[in-house]
């Protein structure tokens, strides 16, 4: 919505969006090559001064290509959830701190703490019109205003990753940067089946949603804000049940049978006749579909070895970062030359064809703790 006040169509708030997204994938390269020798904690300080200083950029922009600019640099991406570099690091120093039988856990604990980050977020994201109901700010400065908030939360998170234990760093001296012949097939499959879930996740960041409901239904900030609010709440309560499942179905089956249904849910969205019936169905589906965001992040570190877990989630994510940069400006494109609600069709299609080949793929190839209790039983 700031993008459409500066005069923005859709096809140009797919292409910022796709440059922000541009920008993690980058950010992520980056730190898949130097995290471990440079430090994680460090690595996240230095992440989070980028990200403020987008913000910073974005509150000053007068120009399409100074927003452009600024959202690459700064890695703002528009998906509303947090997609940025900093994953790659901290997937690695979780599973160092606890054991196999407790890590899908807390990987669980891991989102849903993000996801209540998001829904305060989502809630700030109101700010806008809080901004020029208070203070009689203009339009364009309210944005500006939360802009600044922005910053100063990217902040923040780097002051507080400074004040992380030694322990989430490497502990043993890293030799070897590339992945071992046994891991790199798994970790290649993984990535290129991920990559395909996320450019389907492209077609259906926070961004664009807010502006199908925008367009469809013509709501505005104040709506939005509690309706991503709720969103984000319903995402991570669904990361707990996701590691209750897992204990009792296994990381692939939780993955597949949670996500496969909500793609099929999204499709019935643009089909809804009224507001409460389009929000009914979204929340129904938003309800299932990151159960796969905690199980995927602990399986693909657990079937590598310890050393090699930066390196495969850093591949894993990257893949998908590009794939969400890619995703975004074809989708604004299909709003604005072939339908609003196309998206919402393409994304959820390709998000099946994920959940369907990765079932077919992985199946077989079982972490640690799923392992040992087949042995067990037999």
Request: with cysteine; charged share 10%.
């Given at each position: 919505?700031?993008?459409?006040h500066?005069?923005?169509?859709?096809s140009?708030?797919?292409?910022?969006?796709s440059?922000?997204?541009?920008?993690?994938?980058?950010?992520?390269?980056?730190?898949?090559a130097?995290?471990?020798?440079?430090?994680?904690?460090?690595?996240?300080?230095?992440?989070?001064?980028?990200?403020?200083?987008?913000g910073?950029?974005?509150?000053?922009?007068?120009?399409?290509?100074?927003?452009m600019?600024?959202?690459?640099?700064?890695?703002?991406?528009?998906?509303?959830?947090?997609?940025?570099?900093?994953?790659?690091?901290?997937q690695?120093?979780?599973?160092?701190?606890?054991?196999?039988?407790?890590?899908?856990t807390?990987?669980?604990?891991?989102?849903?703490?993000?996801d209540?980050?998001h829904?305060?977020?989502?809630l700030?994201?109101?700010l806008?019109?809080?901004?020029?109901?208070?203070?009689?700010?203009?339009?364009?400065?309210?944005?500006?205003?939360?802009?600044?908030?922005?910053?100063?939360?990217?902040l923040?998170?780097?002051?507080?990753?400074?004040?992380?234990?030694?322990?989430?760093?490497l502990?043993?001296?890293?030799?070897?940067?590339?992945?071992?012949?046994?891991?790199?097939?798994?970790?290649?499959?993984f990535?290129?089946?991920?990559?395909?879930?996320?450019?389907?996740?492209?077609?259906?960041?926070?961004?664009?949603?807010?502006?199908?409901?925008?367009?469809r239904?013509?709501?505005?900030e104040?709506?939005?804000?509690?309706?991503?609010?709720?969103?984000?709440?319903?995402?991570g309560?669904?990361?707990?049940?996701?590691?209750?499942?897992?204990?009792?179905?296994g990381?692939?089956?939780?993955?597949?049978f949670?996500?496969?249904?909500?793609?099929?849910?999204l499709?019935?969205?643009p089909?809804?006749?009224?507001?409460?019936?389009?929000?009914?169905?979204?929340?129904l589906?938003?309800s299932?579909?990151?159960?796969?965001v905690?199980?995927?992040?602990?399986y693909?570190?657990?079937?590598?070895?310890?050393?090699?877990?930066?390196?495969?989630?850093?591949?894993?994510?990257?893949?998908?970062?590009?794939?969400?940069?890619?995703?975004?400006?074809?989708?604004?494109?299909?709003?604005?030359?072939?339908?609003?609600?196309?998206?919402?069709?393409?994304?959820?299609?390709?998000?099946?064809?994920?959940?369907?080949?990765?079932?077919?793929a992985?199946?077989?190839?079982?972490?640690?703790?799923?392992?040992?209790?087949?042995?067990?039983?037999?």
């Amino acid at each position: 919505m700031y993008l459409a006040h500066l005069h923005f169509d859709a096809s140009a708030l797919g292409l910022t969006v796709s440059l922000g997204l541009a920008g993690c994938a980058m950010g992520t390269a980056l730190v898949t090559a130097v995290a471990d020798r440079l430090g994680r904690r460090t690595t996240l300080v230095i992440l989070a001064a980028l990200m403020a200083a987008g913000g910073v950029a974005l509150a000053y922009a007068t120009q399409a290509s100074m927003v452009m600019a600024g959202v690459l640099l700064g890695m703002v991406n528009g998906m509303g959830r947090d997609r940025g570099a900093g994953l790659t690091v901290e997937q690695a120093m979780l599973p160092q701190i606890v054991t196999s039988s407790q890590r899908t856990t807390a990987f669980a604990w891991y989102n849903l703490t993000i996801d209540a980050g998001h829904a305060i977020g989502s809630l700030l994201g109101g700010l806008p019109a809080l901004f020029r109901a208070q203070t009689n700010a203009s339009v364009l400065g309210s944005y500006q205003w939360t802009w600044g908030c922005y910053a100063v939360l990217c902040l923040v998170a780097g002051v507080l990753a400074l004040c992380l234990s030694s322990s989430v760093e490497l502990q043993t001296p890293l030799t070897n940067q590339r992945l071992s012949p046994s891991s790199r097939p798994i970790v290649a499959k993984f990535a290129a089946l991920s990559g395909l879930d996320s450019l389907g996740g492209g077609f259906l960041t926070t961004a664009m949603l807010s502006y199908w409901f925008f367009k469809r239904f013509g709501v505005t900030e104040a709506v939005l804000a509690p309706l991503f609010f709720v969103v984000r709440i319903a995402n991570g309560l669904s990361h707990l049940g996701a590691a209750w499942i897992a204990k009792r179905i296994g990381l692939v089956n939780t993955m597949v049978f949670t996500h496969l249904p909500s793609s099929v849910l999204l499709m019935t969205v643009p089909l809804a006749p009224t507001l409460p019936v389009a929000v009914a169905l979204f929340l129904l589906r938003e309800s299932l579909v990151e159960m796969d965001v905690p199980t995927r992040q602990s399986y693909i570190v657990a079937v590598v070895k310890k050393e090699e877990r930066v390196r495969a989630a850093g591949v894993t994510n990257l893949t998908r970062s590009v794939a969400w940069a890619v995703a975004p400006a074809f989708a604004g494109s299909l709003m604005r030359n072939l339908s609003l609600s196309a998206p919402l069709v393409v994304g959820p299609g390709l998000k099946v064809a994920y959940d369907l080949l990765l079932y077919r793929a992985f199946r077989h190839l079982k972490p640690p703790e799923e392992r040992q209790e087949l042995a067990t039983r037999v």
